[in-house]
Protein backbone atom coordinates (compact mmCIF):
# COMPACT_ATOMS: atom_id res chain seq x y z
CA UNK A 1 0.00 0.00 0.00
CA UNK A 2 1.36 3.41 -1.06
CA UNK A 3 0.55 6.38 1.30
CA UNK A 4 -1.62 9.16 -0.09
CA UNK A 5 0.41 12.35 -0.77
CA UNK A 6 -0.92 15.93 0.52
CA UNK A 7 -1.28 18.99 -0.84
CA UNK A 8 -0.71 21.15 1.71
CA UNK A 9 -3.58 24.32 1.61
CA UNK A 10 -4.54 24.76 5.02
CA UNK A 11 -7.99 24.25 5.35
CA UNK A 12 -8.10 23.31 1.95
CA UNK A 13 -5.69 20.81 1.89
CA UNK A 14 -6.53 17.50 0.24
CA UNK A 15 -5.18 13.77 -0.18
CA UNK A 16 -4.19 12.07 -3.17
CA UNK A 17 -4.55 8.27 -3.06
CA UNK A 18 -2.46 5.88 -5.10
CA UNK A 19 -2.75 2.08 -5.34
CA UNK A 20 -5.48 1.46 -3.03
CA UNK A 21 -7.01 4.29 -4.29
CA UNK A 22 -9.92 2.24 -5.70
CA UNK A 23 -10.56 1.24 -1.83
CA UNK A 24 -10.29 4.54 -0.70
CA UNK A 25 -13.03 5.62 -3.31
CA UNK A 26 -15.22 3.29 -2.14
CA UNK A 27 -15.00 4.70 1.42
CA UNK A 28 -15.88 7.73 0.50
CA UNK A 29 -19.05 6.91 -1.39
CA UNK A 30 -20.22 5.16 1.43
CA UNK A 31 -19.29 7.89 3.94
CA UNK A 32 -21.08 10.21 1.50
CA UNK A 33 -24.27 8.17 1.50
CA UNK A 34 -24.29 7.32 5.08
CA UNK A 35 -24.60 11.62 5.12
CA UNK A 36 -27.35 11.70 3.36
CA UNK A 37 -24.97 13.86 0.82
CA UNK A 38 -26.14 13.54 -2.86
CA UNK A 39 -24.15 12.25 -5.31
CA UNK A 40 -23.24 13.00 -8.90
CA UNK A 41 -20.34 11.92 -11.79
CA UNK A 42 -19.27 13.53 -14.64
CA UNK A 43 -17.88 11.34 -16.84
CA UNK A 44 -17.47 10.80 -20.98
CA UNK A 45 -18.74 7.71 -23.32
CA UNK A 46 -15.25 6.78 -24.23
CA UNK A 47 -14.21 6.27 -20.54
CA UNK A 48 -17.64 4.79 -19.46
CA UNK A 49 -17.25 2.31 -22.25
CA UNK A 50 -13.63 1.46 -21.71
CA UNK A 51 -14.29 1.08 -17.92
CA UNK A 52 -17.86 0.03 -17.43
CA UNK A 53 -17.96 -1.56 -14.08
CA UNK A 54 -15.80 0.88 -12.00
CA UNK A 55 -18.59 3.14 -10.66
CA UNK A 56 -20.70 0.41 -9.41
CA UNK A 57 -18.19 -1.32 -7.80
CA UNK A 58 -17.28 2.03 -6.16
CA UNK A 59 -20.23 2.48 -5.22
CA UNK A 60 -22.04 4.83 -7.42
CA UNK A 61 -25.54 4.30 -9.55
CA UNK A 62 -26.17 4.93 -13.30
CA UNK A 63 -28.22 7.46 -12.45
CA UNK A 64 -26.04 9.53 -11.19
CA UNK A 65 -23.93 9.55 -13.98
CA UNK A 66 -23.73 12.21 -16.89
CA UNK A 67 -22.12 11.09 -19.90
CA UNK A 68 -20.86 13.64 -22.36
CA UNK A 69 -18.78 13.01 -25.46
CA UNK A 70 -15.13 12.65 -25.26
CA UNK A 71 -13.17 15.07 -26.69
CA UNK A 72 -11.39 18.56 -26.45
CA UNK A 73 -14.95 20.27 -27.24
CA UNK A 74 -16.95 19.15 -24.34
CA UNK A 75 -14.84 21.82 -23.08
CA UNK A 76 -17.37 24.58 -23.62
CA UNK A 77 -19.51 26.88 -22.82
CA UNK A 78 -22.27 24.58 -24.45
CA UNK A 79 -21.60 21.69 -22.20
CA UNK A 80 -20.59 23.49 -19.31
CA UNK A 81 -24.33 24.71 -19.30
CA UNK A 82 -25.46 20.88 -19.89
CA UNK A 83 -23.23 19.56 -16.85
CA UNK A 84 -25.55 22.70 -14.48
CA UNK A 85 -28.64 22.00 -15.87
CA UNK A 86 -28.09 18.47 -14.94
CA UNK A 87 -27.42 19.09 -11.75
CA UNK A 88 -30.29 21.58 -11.36
CA UNK A 89 -33.26 19.76 -13.01
CA UNK A 90 -32.30 16.93 -10.21
CA UNK A 91 -32.51 19.69 -7.55
CA UNK A 92 -28.77 18.83 -6.34
CA UNK A 93 -28.42 20.90 -3.60
CA UNK A 94 -25.18 22.17 -1.32
CA UNK A 95 -24.38 19.19 0.04
CA UNK A 96 -23.96 17.26 -3.18
CA UNK A 97 -20.52 15.60 -4.12
CA UNK A 98 -19.70 15.87 -7.67
CA UNK A 99 -16.54 13.56 -9.40
CA UNK A 100 -15.05 13.93 -12.26
CA UNK A 101 -14.11 10.38 -13.92
CA UNK A 102 -12.18 11.16 -16.89
CA UNK A 103 -9.56 12.91 -18.89
CA UNK A 104 -8.52 16.67 -18.27
CA UNK A 105 -11.30 17.56 -20.37
CA UNK A 106 -13.80 16.14 -17.81
CA UNK A 107 -11.76 17.19 -14.91
CA UNK A 108 -11.54 21.13 -15.91
CA UNK A 109 -14.83 20.87 -16.98
CA UNK A 110 -16.61 19.30 -14.14
CA UNK A 111 -14.33 21.26 -11.58
CA UNK A 112 -15.64 24.53 -12.88
CA UNK A 113 -19.06 23.07 -12.83
CA UNK A 114 -18.40 22.05 -8.53
CA UNK A 115 -16.84 25.50 -8.64
CA UNK A 116 -19.90 27.86 -10.15
CA UNK A 117 -22.92 25.53 -9.02
CA UNK A 118 -24.72 27.44 -6.07
CA UNK A 119 -21.40 29.20 -6.02
CA UNK A 120 -19.46 25.79 -5.10
CA UNK A 121 -19.69 22.02 -4.15
CA UNK A 122 -17.45 19.79 -3.18
CA UNK A 123 -15.58 18.07 -6.20
CA UNK A 124 -13.53 14.60 -6.46
CA UNK A 125 -11.50 13.78 -8.84
CA UNK A 126 -10.68 10.20 -10.61
CA UNK A 127 -8.74 10.68 -13.44
CA UNK A 128 -8.28 8.29 -16.45
CA UNK A 129 -5.49 9.51 -18.62
CA UNK A 130 -1.65 9.65 -18.04
CA UNK A 131 -1.82 13.42 -18.73
CA UNK A 132 -4.59 13.71 -15.95
CA UNK A 133 -3.33 11.80 -13.26
CA UNK A 134 0.17 13.75 -13.44
CA UNK A 135 -1.04 17.26 -14.04
CA UNK A 136 -4.69 18.18 -14.28
CA UNK A 137 -6.15 16.91 -11.70
CA UNK A 138 -4.34 18.12 -8.61
CA UNK A 139 -3.81 21.63 -7.96
CA UNK A 140 -7.29 22.75 -8.88
CA UNK A 141 -7.12 24.52 -12.48
CA UNK A 142 -10.61 24.48 -13.51
CA UNK A 143 -12.10 25.79 -16.73
CA UNK A 144 -13.32 25.65 -20.40
CA UNK A 145 -12.24 26.98 -23.92
CA UNK A 146 -13.89 29.43 -25.90
CA UNK A 147 -13.95 30.17 -29.89
CA UNK A 148 -11.14 32.82 -28.96
CA UNK A 149 -8.51 30.55 -26.85
CA UNK A 150 -8.29 27.98 -24.80
CA UNK A 151 -8.90 28.02 -20.70
CA UNK A 152 -10.12 31.43 -21.14
CA UNK A 153 -13.07 31.04 -18.22
CA UNK A 154 -12.61 29.01 -15.28
CA UNK A 155 -11.78 29.14 -11.37
CA UNK A 156 -9.65 27.50 -8.98
CA UNK A 157 -11.40 25.28 -7.51
CA UNK A 158 -9.27 22.40 -5.44
CA UNK A 159 -10.74 19.14 -5.02
CA UNK A 160 -11.51 17.07 -2.00
CA UNK A 161 -9.43 14.39 -2.97
CA UNK A 162 -7.67 12.84 -5.94
CA UNK A 163 -8.35 8.97 -6.61
CA UNK A 164 -5.04 7.56 -9.09
CA UNK A 165 -5.63 4.30 -10.16
CA UNK A 166 -2.84 3.53 -13.17
CA UNK A 167 -5.06 0.28 -13.61
CA UNK A 168 -7.15 2.32 -15.67
CA UNK A 169 -4.35 3.71 -18.21
CA UNK A 170 -4.72 0.13 -19.13
CA UNK A 171 -6.94 0.68 -22.24
CA UNK A 172 -5.52 4.24 -22.93
CA UNK A 173 -5.11 4.63 -26.48
CA UNK A 174 -1.45 4.39 -26.74
CA UNK A 175 -1.22 8.12 -28.74
CA UNK A 176 -2.64 9.36 -25.71
CA UNK A 177 -0.47 7.50 -22.72
CA UNK A 178 2.57 8.86 -25.40
CA UNK A 179 0.65 12.04 -25.36
CA UNK A 180 0.80 12.03 -20.78
CA UNK A 181 4.80 11.34 -20.96
CA UNK A 182 5.48 14.52 -22.39
CA UNK A 183 4.26 16.32 -19.33
CA UNK A 184 5.80 13.75 -17.40
CA UNK A 185 9.21 14.79 -18.90
CA UNK A 186 8.50 17.73 -18.51
CA UNK A 187 8.38 17.61 -14.56
CA UNK A 188 12.02 15.68 -15.08
CA UNK A 189 13.21 19.18 -17.04
CA UNK A 190 11.72 21.29 -14.40
CA UNK A 191 12.30 20.35 -11.51
CA UNK A 192 13.70 16.70 -11.14
CA UNK A 193 17.22 16.00 -13.29
CA UNK A 194 16.87 12.38 -11.40
CA UNK A 195 13.48 11.90 -12.93
CA UNK A 196 14.90 12.56 -16.65
CA UNK A 197 17.74 10.23 -16.51
CA UNK A 198 15.59 7.36 -14.91
CA UNK A 199 12.78 8.02 -17.90
CA UNK A 200 16.00 7.97 -20.31
CA UNK A 201 17.12 4.58 -18.89
CA UNK A 202 14.18 3.09 -19.43
CA UNK A 203 12.97 1.35 -22.58
CA UNK A 204 9.94 3.25 -22.92
CA UNK A 205 7.20 3.01 -20.73
CA UNK A 206 3.67 1.67 -21.40
CA UNK A 207 0.65 1.43 -18.50
CA UNK A 208 1.97 -1.97 -18.03
CA UNK A 209 5.26 -1.17 -16.58
CA UNK A 210 6.27 -1.66 -13.31
CA UNK A 211 7.76 1.59 -12.96
CA UNK A 212 4.80 3.65 -13.95
CA UNK A 213 3.02 4.08 -10.26
CA UNK A 214 6.07 5.49 -9.04
CA UNK A 215 7.02 7.74 -11.97
CA UNK A 216 2.96 8.93 -11.55
CA UNK A 217 3.84 9.71 -7.97
CA UNK A 218 6.68 11.58 -8.35
CA UNK A 219 5.13 13.95 -10.87
CA UNK A 220 2.25 14.25 -8.16
CA UNK A 221 4.70 15.17 -5.47
CA UNK A 222 6.60 17.55 -7.71
CA UNK A 223 3.24 19.57 -8.45
CA UNK A 224 1.95 19.19 -5.38
CA UNK A 225 4.88 21.25 -4.07
CA UNK A 226 5.16 23.61 -6.71
CA UNK A 227 0.64 24.39 -5.90
CA UNK A 228 1.31 24.83 -1.78
CA UNK A 229 3.74 27.51 -2.91
CA UNK A 230 2.32 29.58 -5.33
CA UNK A 231 -1.44 28.26 -5.32
CA UNK A 232 -2.67 30.56 -7.78
CA UNK A 233 0.16 31.03 -10.01
CA UNK A 234 0.70 34.85 -8.66
CA UNK A 235 4.88 34.54 -7.94
CA UNK A 236 5.86 37.19 -9.05
CA UNK A 237 8.85 34.82 -10.97
CA UNK A 238 9.21 31.28 -10.80
CA UNK A 239 6.49 29.72 -8.72
CA UNK A 240 3.65 27.41 -10.25
CA UNK A 241 4.36 29.38 -13.73
CA UNK A 242 7.16 26.54 -13.86
CA UNK A 243 4.91 23.98 -15.25
CA UNK A 244 4.12 25.65 -17.60
CA UNK A 245 8.17 24.96 -19.49
CA UNK A 246 6.73 24.91 -22.97
CA UNK A 247 3.65 25.56 -22.64
CA UNK A 248 3.45 28.52 -24.19
CA UNK A 249 4.81 27.11 -27.30
CA UNK A 250 2.50 24.37 -27.14
CA UNK A 251 -0.96 26.77 -27.18
CA UNK A 252 0.39 28.23 -29.95
CA UNK A 253 0.54 25.23 -32.16
CA UNK A 254 -2.51 23.83 -30.76
CA UNK A 255 -4.74 27.37 -31.15
CA UNK A 256 -3.38 27.25 -35.04
CA UNK A 257 -3.13 23.50 -35.98
CA UNK A 258 -6.94 23.41 -34.48
CA UNK A 259 -7.63 22.09 -31.31
CA UNK A 260 -7.62 18.05 -31.67
CA UNK A 261 -4.72 18.23 -34.59
CA UNK A 262 -2.09 17.75 -32.05
CA UNK A 263 -2.74 16.39 -28.86
CA UNK A 264 -2.20 18.51 -26.51
CA UNK A 265 0.56 16.45 -25.14
CA UNK A 266 2.09 16.31 -28.78
CA UNK A 267 2.17 20.09 -28.73
CA UNK A 268 3.77 20.07 -25.19
CA UNK A 269 6.92 17.34 -26.48
CA UNK A 270 7.77 20.19 -29.25
CA UNK A 271 7.05 23.06 -26.96
CA UNK A 272 9.90 21.47 -24.28
CA UNK A 273 12.15 20.95 -27.15
CA UNK A 274 11.89 24.85 -28.43
CA UNK A 275 12.29 25.67 -24.54
CA UNK A 276 15.17 24.01 -24.74
CA UNK A 277 16.50 25.65 -27.56
CA UNK A 278 15.32 29.07 -26.28
CA UNK A 279 17.61 28.16 -23.10
CA UNK A 280 20.59 27.51 -25.31
CA UNK A 281 20.08 30.85 -27.61
CA UNK A 282 19.90 32.70 -23.75
CA UNK A 283 23.57 30.75 -22.95
CA UNK A 284 21.65 29.34 -19.87
CA UNK A 285 22.20 25.65 -20.99
CA UNK A 286 24.94 23.84 -22.86
CA UNK A 287 24.08 23.85 -26.72
CA UNK A 288 24.31 19.69 -26.17
CA UNK A 289 21.38 19.85 -24.51
CA UNK A 290 19.26 19.78 -27.41
CA UNK A 291 19.94 16.95 -28.57
CA UNK A 292 19.78 15.23 -25.18
CA UNK A 293 15.95 16.05 -24.76
CA UNK A 294 15.38 15.79 -28.27
CA UNK A 295 16.48 11.62 -27.33
CA UNK A 296 14.40 11.44 -24.47
CA UNK A 297 11.15 12.94 -25.88
CA UNK A 298 11.63 10.81 -28.99
CA UNK A 299 12.55 7.59 -26.97
CA UNK A 300 8.70 8.33 -25.79
CA UNK A 301 7.57 8.27 -29.53
CA UNK A 302 6.64 11.73 -28.98
CA UNK A 303 7.43 14.59 -31.82
CA UNK A 304 9.79 17.26 -31.55
CA UNK A 305 8.94 18.92 -34.70
CA UNK A 306 5.65 20.17 -36.50
CA UNK A 307 4.60 18.57 -39.73
CA UNK A 308 1.47 20.61 -40.72
CA UNK A 309 1.75 23.80 -42.71
CA UNK A 310 1.87 26.34 -39.74
CA UNK A 311 3.05 30.05 -39.96
CA UNK A 312 5.21 31.84 -38.03
CA UNK A 313 2.94 34.88 -38.08
CA UNK A 314 0.15 33.05 -36.88
CA UNK A 315 1.88 31.19 -34.53
CA UNK A 316 3.16 34.70 -33.46
CA UNK A 317 -0.31 35.91 -32.86
CA UNK A 318 -1.42 33.16 -31.20
CA UNK A 319 1.38 33.60 -28.31
CA UNK A 320 0.66 37.13 -27.80
CA UNK A 321 -3.34 35.40 -27.04
CA UNK A 322 -1.58 33.97 -24.29
CA UNK A 323 -3.46 34.89 -20.93
CA UNK A 324 -0.07 33.93 -19.43
CA UNK A 325 1.98 36.88 -20.96
CA UNK A 326 2.01 39.93 -17.94
CA UNK A 327 1.58 43.36 -19.16
CA UNK A 328 2.21 42.38 -22.86
CA UNK A 329 5.19 40.87 -22.74
CA UNK A 330 6.07 37.18 -24.13
CA UNK A 331 6.92 35.40 -21.26
CA UNK A 332 8.76 32.08 -21.17
CA UNK A 333 10.08 29.17 -18.77
CA UNK A 334 13.69 28.27 -19.63
CA UNK A 335 15.87 26.06 -17.81
CA UNK A 336 19.15 26.97 -16.12
CA UNK A 337 20.31 23.07 -16.14
CA UNK A 338 17.65 20.19 -17.28
CA UNK A 339 16.01 19.70 -14.33
CA UNK A 340 15.95 23.19 -13.10
CA UNK A 341 13.66 26.19 -14.67
CA UNK A 342 13.01 29.87 -14.47
CA UNK A 343 10.67 32.33 -15.91
CA UNK A 344 12.12 34.91 -18.26
CA UNK A 345 10.58 37.71 -19.93
CA UNK A 346 11.76 40.57 -22.31
CA UNK A 347 12.68 38.38 -25.05
CA UNK A 348 12.93 39.55 -28.75
CA UNK A 349 10.34 38.14 -31.15
CA UNK A 350 13.02 37.72 -33.72
CA UNK A 351 14.94 34.87 -31.52
CA UNK A 352 11.24 33.02 -30.96
CA UNK A 353 10.39 33.65 -35.11
CA UNK A 354 13.92 32.25 -35.79
CA UNK A 355 13.06 29.19 -33.36
CA UNK A 356 9.59 28.57 -35.04
CA UNK A 357 10.97 28.58 -38.79
CA UNK A 358 13.53 25.68 -37.19
CA UNK A 359 10.98 23.64 -35.81
CA UNK A 360 9.17 23.46 -39.31
CA UNK A 361 6.81 26.55 -39.00
CA UNK A 362 6.83 28.28 -42.49
N1 LIG B 1 -0.96 22.56 -15.70
C1 LIG B 1 -0.35 23.68 -15.12
C2 LIG B 1 -0.86 24.00 -13.75
O1 LIG B 1 -1.62 23.24 -13.18
O2 LIG B 1 -0.51 25.02 -13.21
Redesign the pocket.
Known amino acids: MTAPLTVALADRSYPIHFNESATALKAEVSQLRAAKRSIRVISDARVLHAHPSYLAQAGFHDNEILSLPSGEPTKSVEFFSQALSFLASQAANRDCALFAFGGGVIGDLAGYVAASYLRGIDFYQIPTTLLSMV ?2 S ?4 TGINLPEGKNLVGAFWQPKAVYIDAALLQTLPPREFAAGMA ?1 VIKYGMLADAKLLSNLEALDGLDASSEELPAVIRRCCEI ?1 AQ ?2 ADDEK ?1 TAASGG ?2 L ?2 LG ?1 TFAHAIENVAGYGTYLHGEAVAIGLKLATQLSVHLEQIPAGDVAHVQRIIEQFKLPTQIDEPLKVVDLMAAMQRDKKNRSGHLRFVTMTHLGTAVTTDGIGAELIENLWREAGAE
Do not use: I, Q
Open positions: DSVGGKEKVVERALNH
